[in-house]
């Protein structure tokens, strides 16, 4: 008995190990298919992967599916962008219902070292929005199912990296190296979620201010989760950010678009080396040896509903007291830290905030500085109380805190600034209710670093506070070799920071000396050779919320390999782009005058628009110094003399700010004067075929030619040259690819040719007469010459005038023909990039108006229920008198004062009404007139 049952035994288990084995096989094509089939079927994307397997071992009794190099690209403005790169992507996979072939039930999913890129451009379009849109139920079409059903148990991503950036809020998130494990029965309608994250670097910034800076961050925590209703409640958790661990109590439900909540949270340990954590370089420091002091009380709150048009109520605060912190190795210590801090909103909309900092101080090496704060109504009345106070000495800073070896700093800075009243004061031109006083100042900064090895020396910069705009008295200051002075100012600056407006501004920049590549490049790079036509400079991205305009006057001004002298001119720079106002430049032996734009609307790819007035630029440096000369007309390399020139270019920038070459469209004129070409391929082939050796190093007069570069080709028109008592007439066009074809028709003296040259004239005259011509050379040859090949291996065909006209007018319509169809191109680009230029500033006007529209409803609906408050609160008061009146007598009185109480309360009501109506009617006019400018 024993031996038959371990005899079956052995046979079932013998059949379970081969179909653990068979199984994968069977169903192994099977399931890709039905991958790739889901994956077509919901996804406006690419996706590929590069192998994949199906096995029953690693998570029997399920299968387990690997897709290797799983990669998702998006497509139209996200084509060029990859969504996701996972290098290895498992799903457990129900055995049965594989089996069965109906809904594949995913168990579950592990991302392993997935790099995500997650990106939101302006006007609120996602790269990771690509699921296919539900079929049109005009069409009454029944929706084919999905054939995989989720019945997640668990999910997984190991050493992921996520990059978040959101051009639309500003908003910046990058993740390194994070793990993820979420676990519960995500099939039933209640369950338990158990989850635990840890990130090694967290990176954030939001509207250009960083606030996370290679933190670290944990999170552990249990739901209980009615995912019938979406309420999630916290149990155990805990969340630890750098050194600073704090956990939630409450619930989150998110039953339709609203997200309902009651959330507390507070920080489980009191001590203010926790908060200090927080700090990037301190926290980077030897922060485990620093010596602290101090007590730290951290909790806050959010209660109500969040949506589009409400905020809950929230509290954050923060108090810390009695705190220092210092560095082992270091002399002194900061002392003496208070702060309390508390950001409020009563709930409702984001108008009800209310930030409260009524002390922030602390002592630096025995430096003061005193800070207070207090915000409320930012949307529609922002009323202000701020100040700051203190001085610190700047070479007190290596007392407290470390710096890198090669670091000095040195310096004062002195800040005495009070801020205090509302902005419709400001608004209304009433500068004298807004009380707007005194400066921030910095003289005799002295900073060395391994990024600016030269230093940084600031001998004095000052910044004035009034009610009307910030006064920049004085800026002078030197960063290596470069000088710079500067003086202004900036206007709009409350509504620039409380409304998002635009923050104006008008400069006078002046600097006998300023090398840019000192602050674009590296040293190495700084020093490459002129001759060097490569970039290591990156795309500056111009801010959209400036309107500056800067007077510049540079003596000597270095750019890449730009050497220029006497620059000066009008810069301005708005709306994301930079515009030159007839800015003049000495260079290049000659003068150069610039107007255009330089447009960083698409920051990978910035648009130049410049019209260019060339006065006497020397030919030879010029090859060296631009990379279109040397790209388009390589004949320069061997051409002697100046050159001057009058012309319009459009081109889009890589990201190393160079001009992309096949996007160059221009048109304009040439001229020099007398110019020797000497040593060029072509026209040494002409002068070998011809056999007059003079014409391989040819002295011209003068050139005025006109061209257009299209296509990545540079065309010109029609020209005369004239060398000595030969003339000639040029026409073609030289391409990128180094090709070239050109028409050229010469006239030559007789005399010019050589004893060698009879038999070049003898068949030429042959030649002609074949094709029925009655050619005769008289004192003066005519040939037509069509050069082409390339600039290195040229080809050169040569007949007596008219001999060659069928192969000339072909090659002049071939040419008529491309011209023509690139510039249809691009009128219908130009005419779809100009609407979408206006799809998106109508998007950018409507979002303003709706926005205002959102506001001033806000502004009307609280005034509304304050004053229903107040009138309901009097009632009540009223009856309450009526109620207690002890005789009839009193009763009467009781009721004309409760009838009193009642009347006051209608017509404060009424006064709030007014004045909502007024701040509402005065945002939707601005929103108006911000739009109609946008229009």
């Not at 508390?342 to 009800?352: E, Q, R």
């Not at 800026?475 to 070799?481: L, Q, R």
């Not at 391929?681 to 011809?690: S, V």
């Not at 229903?868 to 009540?876: F, H, R, T, V």
Request: proline share 3%; hydrophobic share 40%; net charge positive.
């Amino acid at each position: 008995m024993i031996k038959k049952i371990l005899k079956v035994t052995g046979i079932l288990f013998l059949i379970l190990l081969i179909a653990i084995i068979v199984l994968p096989f069977i169903f192994k094509d099977k399931i890709v298919q039905k991958v790739k089939d889901e994956v077509n079927k919901q996804l406006n994307a690419k996706v590929d992967f590069k192998d994949y397997g199906l096995s029953l071992f690693r998570s029997f009794p399920d299968f387990s599916l690997e897709l290797n190099d799983l990669t998702v690209i998006g497509i139209d403005e996200f084509q060029k962008d990859t969504l996701a790169n996972i290098p290895t992507f498992y799903a457990s996979i129900d055995l049965m219902s594989v089996i069965k072939g109906d809904n594949y039930k995913i168990k579950k999913i592990k991302l392993d070292q997935p790099k995500l890129h997650l990106k939101v451009l302006k006007g609120g379009k996602a790269n990771w929005d690509i699921s296919k849109p539900s079929a049109d139920t005009t069409t009454k079409k029944v929706e084919e199912p999905s054939t995989f059903k989720m019945t997640l148990k668990k999910f997984e991503i190991v050493k992921g990296n996520i990059w978040y950036e959101d051009d639309d809020s500003k908003m910046y998130l990058k993740i390194k190296d994070m793990n993820h494990t979420l676990k519960g029965d995500f099939t039933a309608d209640n369950t338990s979620i158990s989850t635990e994250t840890e990130m090694a670097e967290l990176n954030f910034s939001y509207d250009g201010v960083k606030y996370f800076n290679k933190a670290k961050l944990n999170v552990s925590a249990d739901l209980e989760a009615d995912l019938k209703n979406s309420k999630y409640t916290f149990k155990e958790n805990e969340i630890k950010l750098n050194d600073l661990t704090f956990g939630f109590d409450g619930w989150l439900a998110m039953p339709k678009d609203d997200i309902d909540m009651d959330l507390k949270f507070s920080a489980k340990k009191s001590e203010f080396k926790n908060f200090l954590s927080l700090i990037p370089g301190v926290y980077s420091k030897d922060f485990d040896k620093i010596e602290t002091k101090g007590t730290l009380a951290f909790d806050g709150s959010a209660k109500g509903i969040y949506n589009s048009k409400s905020l809950p109520a929230f509290a954050l605060n923060i108090q810390i007291q009695n705190a220092m912190f210092k560095y082992p190795d270091l002399p002194k210590a900061v002392t003496n830290i208070q702060v309390d801090a508390k950001i409020s909103n009563k709930g409702g909309g984001a108008d009800n905030t209310v930030i409260n900092i009524p002390k922030m101080h602390f002592e630096m090496a025995g430096n003061p500085m005193d800070i207070k704060l207090l915000v409320s109504t930012p949307v529609s009345d922002a009323l202000i109380d701020a100040a700051i106070k203190g001085k610190i000495n700047l070479a007190d800073v290596k007392l407290v805190y470390p710096l890198e070896k090669d670091e000095d700093l040195n310096g004062q800075f002195t800040a005495d600034v009070k801020l205090k009243g509302s902005m419709s004061s400001v608004d209304k031109g009433k500068y004298d209710e807004f009380n707007a006083a005194g400066n921030l100042l910095i003289q005799n900064l002295k900073y060395k670093s391994k990024d600016f090895p030269n230093g940084v020396n600031i001998t004095n910069a000052q910044l004035d506070f009034t009610p009307q705009y910030l006064d920049l008295v004085a800026f002078n200051a030197k960063m290596g070799k470069s000088d710079i002075a500067a003086k202004g100012k900036i206007n709009n600056y409350m509504a620039y920071f409380f409304k998002n407006e635009l923050l104006k501004g008008t400069f006078a920049v002046n600097s006998n000396y300023f090398n840019c590549n000192e602050f674009l490049t590296t040293d190495e790079t700084a020093q490459k050779p002129a001759t060097d036509t490569t970039s290591n400079l990156t795309v500056f991205k111009v801010p959209a919320n400036l309107d500056f305009t800067l007077n510049a006057s540079f003596n000597k001004l270095l750019y890449d390999n730009y050497d220029m002298s006497d620059v000066n001119g009008a810069i301005l720079i708005r709306n994301e782009q930079i515009d030159l106002n007839n800015l003049n430049i000495n260079m290049l032996g000659g003068k150069m005058a610039v107007s255009g734009s330089y447009n960083t609307k698409n920051p990978r790819k910035p648009a130049v628009d410049f019209n260019l007035n060339i006065n006497q630029f020397d030919i030879q440096q010029s090859y060296k110094t631009f990379v279109t000369i040397k790209k388009f007309a390589p004949i320069a390399e061997k051409t002697f003399g100046n050159f001057s020139a009058k012309f319009n270019i459009k081109t889009s920038l890589d990201e190393g700010m160079m001009p992309i070459l096949k996007s160059i469209v221009s048109d304009g004129g040439l001229n020099t004067s007398k110019i020797t070409v000497t040593k060029f391929e072509p026209l040494n082939k002409i002068a070998q075929e011809l056999k007059i050796d003079k014409l391989s190093k040819m002295v011209i007069e003068k050139i005025d030619l006109i061209f257009s570069i299209l296509d990545g080709k540079i065309h010109v028109k029609p020209f005369d040259i004239k060398y000595e008592k030969i003339k000639g007439t040029v026409s073609g066009y030289s391409a990128l690819d180094e090709s070239i074809n050109y028409v050229i028709n010469m006239e030559i003296p007789r005399s010019e040719f050589g004893s060698q040259a009879n038999s070049v004239l003898n068949n030429l005259v042959s030649q002609a007469n074949s094709k029925g011509a009655n050619a005769k050379l008289g004192d003066m040859v005519k040939v037509d010459i069509l050069l082409g090949g390339t600039i290195k291996k040229p080809t050169v065909k040569i007949g007596l005038k008219g001999s060659m006209n069928e192969a000339i007018d072909d090659l002049k319509n071939k040419a008529k023909e491309e011209i023509d169809k690139k510039k249809e191109e691009i009128k219908t680009e130009i005419k779809e990039q100009v609407q979408n230029v206006k799809e998106d500033l109508s998007a950018k006007a409507k979002k303003i108006l709706d926005d205002a529209q959102l506001k001033a409803n806000q502004i009307r609906e609280e005034a509304k229920k304050a004053g229903d408050k107040l009138i309901a609160e009097a009632d009540a008061q009223g009856k309450k008198l009526v109620k207690d009146a002890s005789n009839p007598i009193a009763k009467i009185a009781a009721q004309k004062a409760a009838d009193k109480l009642v009347k006051e309360a209608k017509t404060k009501a009424a006064k709030l009404n007014q004045e909502a109506d007024t701040k509402s009617n005065k945002i939707l006019d601005d929103a108006k007139k911000e739009a109609d400018k946008i229009k």
